[in-house]
């Protein structure tokens, strides 16, 4: 059972607006947000593990 409908149109329309909002260009995306929701950085395009790691380090918000 889908929590948006049958058809997936309640899911693209959420994630086109997702995209407006965050001014996604490309695909993946990751935004990095602080605690109140400010953007810290992003980064476009694949990354691994590892380097989402790094950036959550570089910004300060990694526990290690």
């Given at each position: 059972e889908k929590a948006h409908g049958d058809d997936g149109n309640e899911y693209r329309e959420e994630n086109?607006?997702?995209?407006?909002?965050?001014?996604?260009?490309?695909?993946?995306?990751?935004?990095?947000?602080?605690?109140?929701?400010?953007?810290?950085?992003?980064?476009?395009?694949?990354?691994?593990?590892?380097q989402m790691q790094a950036q959550l380090r570089r910004l300060g918000l990694s526990k290690e």
């Open positions: 086109r607006q997702l995209a407006v909002f965050f001014r996604a260009r490309a695909v993946p995306l990751q935004v990095y947000l602080d605690a109140d929701g400010k953007e810290l950085a992003r980064s476009a395009g694949v990354a691994t593990l590892a």
